[in-house]
């Protein structure tokens, strides 16, 4: 069989580039098939799969998970075939998937491996819809997005590998759908083919006019994928209550610096979550507070200070001096005596 | 008794202040107290609430709550005696709280007042540790900041009827608390008074640095009620899976124009959630969405498209495609034949 080779191929970082990554940045290395120790399994690689997630691990800085060292083989997920087994639970001419990295062969504990059935779907599946980015966009959409019937959800990168299956989900979930992807080719085939009931091309010289035109009952949820302009679009178009599941910032994963705000890169890496509250949307957290506070008020529990201005003609003065942080305390206006 | 009177006086928005309010921006107007009509009760005003948001009730737009018309009188929380009642819950003499406006006596349906009772709190602690600003710390912090104990908790406008109680009640779940305050005045209060770990004064020099002095563990969460300087100072210092409660933006609700970004003013009024994910945190939805999109993907009904390139050794060119966006679809690398 042609793939019989003792030869190994691995493509390991050489440097660390600065900002868009090009071949020059890699080089390969040759090295013998290992053979398996008690435990791990030899693959050949069928698929490797090209996320770009994979940016992140190019710099020098941790982010969520490890850099990729210089002179070490670049992470990432891949599809193989079994060719030498010392654990019992794979076989010679098993498929499984895992993160074997850029090589031809890999030697692996089998407990990082998982089989796949051959003769179902594609294996390739596995490395998209059926695998991390399939599941990313079902984490984004179930989680975060939790589109409802009528909603309106919005899908940045919209043909990519997250973007079409999450754009996917939450239109069987009932939403009105609106795709953003870079071209008419893409967009024709997000709407065409994916069924998205819009698509907008981020290219476009308005892309707020045509957002707008596409999402006539502003946006609900927003699946983030790309960052930047996009980004600052789609915010300005968020109706109250609206879910922004954060997922990727891909257009500035090259930069050398971090675009001009509001820039939320962080807030992918390190899972932040960030939620506005309007106290009284829910009346009955009032209730519930005063039969709390009210006792430990009442023993010296909790402190509080007041800061008491006379006469309701003052209220405007109080008013200008509490939006300069000239009060110190709760700011109150006595408009006349307590009952005696 | 001297508050009886025949007059009320009544603040009404004059003009739309562009940025700071002043008193020139309202104008007072005396009509004659009103008499109850069915259902309806007066009451004469004994504490009114000066509270941040009603900045935005000045503008031209409705945020989240109906903008204040020119003319109208000012919106707000007060505390009131019942002087004259046509409905059967309430009679003269009963302390009352409601939304009832900057004016010394007011006419309101009574579904729209709550009886508050007298002998026990202050009635002043009603429109602040007892009432909307307890309760909106109550809120942000058990909902959204949600501390653990041995976490850090930083709060914003800590000496605020707001920020006092929201550190206070992160200080009883076991969390460390640092305030951000205006002034050594208002910090020495923090910390000694309500005895919140340490506070930073935000007019410091080096705000960063005495942050990270305060925080060396880092930041979980983040109740947030100033914005500006104080936000990106908080953002930088976030730990992996941080909340942030957004509950206000006060630095800047006199802006003409909103301050560069990050800028998040409108995740407040519009209670947005803003959520980053990692879909690996949790391995048990990729098995969950295998077993969900399989059967999907087999009849049909989830669409996918691959975009792929042959040979271990463009690996790197594809990475450098995909981040451009050159990519139709999952991007993958055909490293060796599917088995025979």
Redesign the interface.
């Known amino acids: 069989?042609?793939?019989v080779s003792t030869v190994r191929?691995s493509?390991v970082l050489k440097r660390r580039p600065p900002g868009?990554?090009?071949?020059a940045?890699?080089s390969?290395v040759e090295d013998a098939i290992p053979t398996p120790l008690e435990g791990q399994v030899v693959t050949?690689?069928?698929?490797?799969?090209?996320?770009?997630y994979?940016?992140g691990r190019l710099r020098e800085q941790q982010t969520?998970a490890a850099a990729v060292q210089i002179g070490e083989v670049?992470t990432?997920e891949?599809v193989g075939?079994v060719i030498a087994s010392a654990h019992p639970d794979f076989a010679v001419?098993d498929?499984v998937v895992g993160a074997r990295g850029?090589?031809?062969h890999s030697v692996t504990p089998g407990a990082q491996l998982v089989k796949i059935p051959?003769g179902?779907?594609p294996?390739?599946?596995y490395?998209?819809?059926?695998?991390?980015?399939?599941?990313?966009a079902?984490?984004?959409i179930t989680?975060?997005c939790k589109p409802q019937a009528g909603e309106t959800v919005v899908i940045s990168?919209a043909?990519?590998?997250v973007g079409?299956?999450a754009g996917?989900l939450a239109k069987r979930a009932g939403a009105r759908v609106v795709g953003i992807a870079?071209g008419s080719?893409?967009c024709l085939?997000v709407q065409d083919?994916?069924?998205f009931d819009d698509c907008v091309d981020h290219r476009s010289m308005d892309l707020r006019r045509e957002l707008l035109a596409a999402c006539p009952n502003g946006i609900d949820a927003y699946f983030e994928n790309v960052g930047g302009e996009v980004q600052h679009a789609v915010?300005?178009q968020?109706?109250?209550?609206?879910?922004?599941?954060?997922?990727g910032m891909?257009s500035q994963?090259?930069a050398t610096k971090l675009p001009?705000?509001?820039?939320?890169g962080?807030?992918?890496?390190?899972?932040?979550?960030?939620?506005?509250?309007?106290?009284?949307?829910?009346p009955e957290?009032?209730v519930?507070?005063?039969r709390?506070?009210?006792p430990l008020?009442?023993d010296g529990s909790?402190?509080?200070?007041?800061d008491?201005i006379d006469g309701?003609?003052n209220?405007?003065?109080?008013?200008?001096g509490?939006?300069?942080?000239h009060?110190?305390?709760?700011?109150?206006?006595?408009?006349?005596?307590?009952?005696?």
């Open positions: 069989m042609s793939h191929r493509i868009e990554p090009s071949p940045d890699f390969i050949r690689t069928i698929w490797l799969s090209i996320d770009p994979m940016r969520y670049m990432g891949t075939e001419g498929v850029w090589q031809t051959t179902g779907a294996l390739s599946a490395l998209g819809i059926l695998g991390m980015p399939g599941a990313t079902y984490a984004g989680e975060i990168a043909s990519g590998a079409s299956v996917q870079g080719e893409k085939w083919t994916l069924g915010f300005e968020l109706n109250a209550f609206a879910r922004v599941a954060m997922c891909v994963y090259n001009p705000g509001p820039n939320l962080f807030v992918v890496g390190k899972r932040i979550l960030i939620q506005g509250f309007i106290v009284s949307d829910r957290r009032m519930d507070w005063r709390i506070a009210a008020v009442a909790l402190i509080y200070r007041e008491v309701l003609d209220a405007p003065e109080a008013l200008t509490i939006l300069a942080g009060n110190f305390g709760k700011m109150l206006v006595r408009v006349g005596p307590e009952p005696t």
